[in-house]
């Protein structure tokens, strides 16, 4: 039986296969090499961080002599010894990952925690130990900070741009006059909340340069706008600059640019004149690493009798970082996931003294669809319907306000099977699904996510050892890229996934979309398609000329490749140096002008103990359409992971500035709450898996940020059906039920 089985998963075809992990062992075995893994060949030193202990302002006094004498003390870098860079944050044409990231220069300080010295010593201890001899005083401004931004809304301004380039503000209709006309409204103002993405493997480099040549090894999400970072920051060619991370251990978004201990790193390499590894701690993460911002959302909602929406206003603030240009678009999934002739939205922020604000996974709509699809559901009630019938009585036939057609547009389905998965049954009165103290409620949201696709290169090369090696700097942060890549090229070329070697993260190899925004597999993916089936067609016209011509499909063995009945060689086919093909997508050869989401549709139920407010998530269940399935088992980590952020969002997840000095209050994962084993409930996803032709060659949309949308608001929606309460912050507090 188990042979048989085994042998119906040979027969199917690599691509949509279930594969395991094809790093799956040398995780679980300790073989990966992650960057503080490396080992250089000479002496290594370590680098600890000194921060800064208050700011904005100047630092008055920084006496490291205590430091230096220390044991164990190679050297201590401040402003008064780092080699020259270019000017923090002047932004460079690509902007902000590869724009100058320069650290201490001059004695200004931005941001509380930021770095002040680099103390590099022999052991990670002794560098330690010398940091807490390091003497320094800030002179703060006098006219002090802005830690919240909220706060200061007189001084808001319209960003540049968004993350995902679209517009700040998007005025679709007549929003007054719609407003008026219609029969029921809804509107409030939600806060979300200051986020950490805490990756479990801290931010770390390790730098070593080799005359003018300089290497490291780090975790990182696009190896290729690092280089460019490094080159813009030290003022070096990108040539100059090897970049090595082939595992990743998380990053959702913090690390796809490169942060102060990289370039830290680099310098002290550099002075020391000798490698040196600097490991963020967890607490540094919080402020040397870049964080999701607290949002105050906006939401006001017209429809008519009948439950058609008319109008929808989305307004959003929040802080930017001082000096880095970057606004999340909590707005973006309002522009996209419902019909209605008015749809107004705005982003507004404020420049603040905070640590930097970048993206965080499912940047927009993670906190975007947790208000919007709270104030849809709101409107539901309001119109007395059904919230599932309500959306899907609001379902749009292009995309809202930008009015393109959709390349695809399955929410309705998604939506559709979802009650049916999971035994929806229409809402009830808050409060009369009861189990002694404890209060049921159900829930739903939609989930909606931007599709995009980036250019990406790759080679394949046939060895003689009749491996077929994939090469592409894209990183696997955890997500599985590895397995998926040795996939579509295996597919691609005929042969099983294990005469596959995929080699990533080197800034040696061809430059790939590197992993964000969900667009890594697609994009990425397709480059390695294209490079197989070039191959494919070099090693054709190659048997041909060597006389192995004819119909039918090549068949590689490791020593042989076989056309019908007759055979070459490998050796004399692809010679003592193999053969290899280059492959590539470029995203203007698919703007066909439609519109491209991923869509799901998450449904809960929580318990809310009627004593405590303490809110459990019994289910939750999603069905998305995220294109084709490149591999169902890597698929569903990634969505399961979303649906666990989504209950972080909605119940746990708060990070804290002190308004009145700027410090990062929560600075670790006791006191920034993540969900545990015991929060998440068993969790069920189902995948359409139909193909999305328009979006790339693969047909596959993007799928890592899709999950986190929907789930928190799914959350919500129940925790009003069980108790009444409309929840207006997230996370949602005990308190806030009370
Ligand atoms: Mo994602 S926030 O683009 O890593």
Redesign the pocket.
Known sequence: MTEMMSMEVQAERPLGRALDRVDGIAKVSGRAMYAADYRPASDLAEGFIVEAPAAPGRIRRLDVSRAEDAEGVIAVLTSANVPEQRTYGAPEDAGRFTQSHAVLQGDRVRHVGQPVALIVARTLEQARHAASLVEVEIEVDAEGGIFDALAHEDLAFAPDSLDGADDADTQKGDLARELAGSDHRVGATYHTAMQHAAAMEPHVSVAEWDGDQLTVHMGI?IVASAVKAFATTLQIEPEQIRIVSPFTGG???SK?GIHSEAVLAALAARVCDRPVRVVQTRRSVFVNAPHRERHRQELELGATADGTLTAIRHDNLAGMARDYAFAEAPASPTRASYAAPAIHTSHRVVAADIPTVD?????GEAIGTLTLETAIDEMAQACGMDPLEFRLRNMPDVDPVSGAPFGDHRLESCLREGAQRFGWDGCVAPGSRREGRLLIGRGLAAAIRPNMLVGAEAEITLSPDGRFHVRTDMTDIGTGSYTILTQIAADTLGVEPGQVVTELGDSAFPKSSG???SFGAASTGSAVQDAASNLLSALRDRCAALGLDGNGALAFTLDSVRLGERSLALADLVGPEGMTASGSIDPDDFDTGQAGYSYGAQFAEVAVDAVTGEIRVRRLLGVFDAGRILNPKTARSQLLGGMIFGIGAALMEEGVIDPRSGAVMARDLADYHIPVNRDVPALEVHMLGASSPFANPLGAKGIG?LGICGAGPAIANAVHEATGVRPRAFPIHLDHLL
């Open positions: 999400q990053g959702f978004g796809l993206s965080m996974r499912a940047p992993s964000g925004g940020e």
